[in-house]
């Protein structure tokens, strides 16, 4: 029998995405066949984000289509939802910072990393 539940993006952000990008969930696969009496709460908490069922929606970004690459998915100090998307194949790529908007269920793209440090993505550093 399967059960779904239904959390906001910033609590699964919190709890199921910080242990996968930690890189917890493989080790916590193995600690998942042990005995309930004695598990740490972390893999408690662990198998229990495994059984829930979580929907899922992707989101492009269509505001900087060079992008291939995502660093720092993290929620910041007020509460939403930042990302980096990157241009790192191609010369002079720059990168983006990203927020999730939950009004309107789409991203906002608030500036060009290069223009705000002054430093042009064909200036040669990294």
Not at 5 to 15: G, H, L, Q, S
Not at 55 to 67: D, I, M, Q, R
Not at 79 to 106: F, H, T, W
Request: proline share 6%; charged share 25%; hydrophobic share 40%.
């Amino acid at each position: 029998m399967s059960s779904r539940r239904e959390i906001d993006r910033r609590t699964f952000m919190k709890a199921g995405s910080g242990v996968l990008a930690a890189g917890l969930a493989p080790s916590l696969g193995a600690e998942a066949n042990r005995p309930a009496t004695g598990a740490s709460p972390l893999a408690a908490e662990a198998r229990a984000l495994r059984e829930t069922a979580f929907a899922v929606k992707w989101y492009p970004f269509t505001g900087h289509p060079n992008s291939d690459t995502c660093w720092s998915l993290s929620v910041g100090p007020d509460g939403r939802i930042y990302a980096a998307a990157c241009a790192e194949s191609m010369p002079g790529g720059v990168v983006k910072l990203v927020r999730y908007n939950e009004q309107c269920d789409d991203l906002d793209y608030l500036f060009d990393l290069a223009e705000k440090v002054d430093d042009p993505g064909d200036s040669g550093r990294a």
